[in-house]
Structure formats: C-alpha cells, structure tokens
C-alpha cells in the first residue's frame, strides 16, 4: 500500500512540474538569435568579453530547446589566434544569475575548456544559453 501511495505521490509532482516548465517557457519572452546559422564577423574590444562570467557570451535558444546547440553552433564557427582548428569541452557550470528566459527566472552559465593545436594554454569562455545579444569573436580567437 505504502508502495502504491509513494508510486502516486511521485506521479502527480512530476506531472506539476513538468506542467509548469511548459507554461514559464510558453509564457517567457523569447531572447533567441535569429534562424539559420550563426553569422558574425565583428571582434570584440572587450577582453572580458566570454572571459568573465560577468560578461558571458549569450547564444539564446533555451525558450525553444536550442540552448546547448546554440553554444555548439557559436563555437564551431571559432578559430585559433592565427585561424587554427579548435577543439572544445564543456567543463561545467558556473555562477547562477536572474533572467526571465531561465528556469523560474534563474539560469547557469556553461563554462567551455578551448584549445588549439601548437599550444599548451587553455582558454575558459563563459556562455549564456538563456539570453541572447549580437554575437562577435572573443579576443584572442578569428573565425573560421
């Protein structure tokens, strides 16, 4: 009996959240990059721009499910300081911050471990998979 109660009990709470992650995403304004792929040229000035997690680099996508393959689709157009192939890791995440287009208003930064061939240095970017703004090459990279 005791099983039967527990099995219910767990059936009913994941239908209320799975309810109420459809109707916040439904209902969260949209901060997504346009359709297609992601084209950007312009290189950024600010150093801290993708270093820091105060200054992430924000792919959008999460409303609509697209939030890890926006990252992915940023990060396959970089390239080296003198235009080398990349390779790339998530390593984690990091610091939680306020945003509508997050799971009731939060979300977490996705921190990615870059390297290049004929270099031993490790470069974490900060990527921000709720919120999106124009998109442009962190110092210190090209694009392929």
Not at 6 to 16: D, E, G, K, N, V
Not at 52 to 68: H, R, T
Not at 95 to 109: D, V
Request: net charge neutral.
């Amino acid at each position: 009996m005791k099983t039967l109660y527990l099995s219910f009990t767990l059936i009913c709470l994941c239908t209320m959240a799975c309810s109420g992650t459809k109707n916040l995403t439904r209902n969260a304004p949209l901060a997504s990059p346009p359709s297609g792929a992601f084209d950007f040229t312009e290189v950024s000035t600010d150093k801290s721009y993708g270093y820091s997690s105060k200054n992430p680099i924000m792919v959008g996508g999460s409303a609509e499910n697209e939030g890890p393959r926006n990252e992915r689709r940023f990060l396959d157009v970089l390239a080296g300081p003198n235009g080398e192939p990349i390779s790339y890791r998530r390593s984690g995440n990091c610091c939680a911050f306020k945003t509508e287009n997050g799971f009731m208003g939060s979300g977490l930064l996705d921190m990615y471990e870059i390297r290049w061939e004929g270099s031993d240095e490790v470069v974490v970017l900060y990527i921000n998979m709720y919120d999106y703004t124009p998109l442009k090459v962190p110092v210190g990279f090209t694009r392929k």
